[in-house]
């Protein structure tokens, strides 16, 4: 087991509880194994914790644990059956059969994504060390939950930071062309294999929910991939328009749509910018908008063209939402803040001379728990937003 020596900046770093320390921060490298567990010590040689470090990326040691206990196969299987329970303890069970299992440093486990649907389950390493442990993930799912299939799915651009190749291959047993999971009272397929993500956006589930208890009327529901927030909230409404740019994607929702016997949603592809420019035109009104986009800013250097972005379509939904309608928003870009979001959609209310009541500000769904030291476990800012006069 290789070591690392931090220096006193980085000490003063850990000790604030990031589980990160960056190369810039370690003054020794001894016999560290890129991809492999290290020690971590200060400059006295007293331990500090164990992690995994990495040669390639500017995050040098992710930490995995305080203790100096060994960490071996039966270590992890207790951290995910760890997992497992916070979430059945929380309730996410009871609401559906699809939702994040593991959530990286969230969970202990770093640079490791779980996704489960119904009793297929998901993958995505993200670092070399993860890779290197990944049979290891992968008995410890068969032994703890008997999977019909287990799919990796590293596709995803961020493997590059750490010198890693894009891949995407089932690992473990028959992976279905589509798999049936339920939300709520709702089901829906998801393709596990070519589908956004693991397969769809769990995420937003709670404000999925929640969005079906307060919004009724003529909806609209602006980025609506495969339409699981419009057939949420289409029980209560009169009409759901849901609105992508992806015809396979509104395929799909078309599909679920039958497969829940929803006849009210209406599916349109078309770019969302261009639709609501064009529904101001024709002075088309909603009694609830939804807006969940993709990340506008994935870097610090995307955000003033982020910014743009985000008050422009909120702009436009504010004046297509008639007065005592909600505004269900939301950003999932980390490098957008919550208070830079916020002062955004002040600025879309100053424009438009409408008020705004924050009914709810939520977040992203309990299976993707957010730890208080490391920020970058919460990226997801929603607000449901009541437009009213005085």
Not at 227 to 245: C, R
Request: proline share 3%; hydrophobic share 40%.
């Amino acid at each position: 087991m290789g070591r690392l020596v931090i220096s006193a900046k980085g000490l003063a770093w850990l000790r604030k509880g990031h589980p990160w320390v960056y190369r810039d921060d370690l003054e020794k490298i001894e016999d560290a194994s890129p991809g492999n567990i290290a020690i971590l010590e200060d400059k006295k040689g007293r331990f500090l914790a164990q992690g995994f470090y990495s040669a390639q990326s500017k995050i040098a040691f992710r930490l995995i644990t305080y203790s100096a206990e060994q960490i071996n196969a039966q270590f992890w299987k207790r951290r995910i059956q760890e997992a497992y329970l916070f979430r059945k303890e929380r309730g996410v069970l009871e609401q559906t059969n699809a939702y994040r299992l593991i959530y990286g440093e969230a969970d202990g486990i770093p640079s490791l994504i779980v996704d489960r649907y119904d009793n297929h389950f998901v993958l995505q390493t993200l670092s070399l060390a993860a890779d290197n442990l990944l049979a290891i993930f992968t008995q410890a799912l068969h032994d703890l939950f008997s999977p019909a299939s287990i799919t990796l799915r590293n596709d995803l651009h961020v493997r590059a930071l750490e010198g890693l190749p894009l891949e995407k291959r089932v690992l473990w047993g028959n992976l279905p062309a589509r798999v049936k999971i339920f939300e709520g009272k709702l089901a829906f397929w998801v393709d596990l294999y070519q589908g956004q993500k693991t397969g769809a956006f769990l995420d937003q589930r709670e404000n999925r929910l929640l969005a079906a208890q307060l919004l009724q009327g003529n909806i609209l529901d602006a980025f609506c991939y495969q339409g699981w927030f419009a057939l949420q909230v289409a029980k209560n409404s009169t009409q759901v328009i849901g609105v992508d740019s992806s015809a396979e994607a509104l395929e799909l929702a078309k599909e679920n749509a039958l497969l829940n016997g929803i006849s009210n949603v209406e599916l349109v592809k078309d770019n969302v910018f261009d639709f609501l420019k064009v529904a101001k035109k024709k002075e088309k009104n909603f009694q609830g908008i939804i807006l969940d986009p993709p990340a506008f800013a994935k870097s610090k250097e995307d955000l003033p063209t982020a910014s743009r972005g985000y008050k422009e379509i909120n702009l436009r939904a504010l004046y297509l939402l008639c007065p005592g309608g909600i505004l269900v928003t939301s950003s999932c870009s980390y490098n957008l803040l919550e208070t830079r979001f916020l002062e955004i959609l002040r600025e879309c209310a100053r424009d438009t001379g409408t008020t705004l009541k924050i009914l709810y500000k939520t977040g992203q769904s309990a299976d993707h728990p957010v730890l208080l030291n490391f920020p970058e476990s919460s990226y997801l800012k929603c607000f449901f937003l009541e437009k009213i006069n005085f």
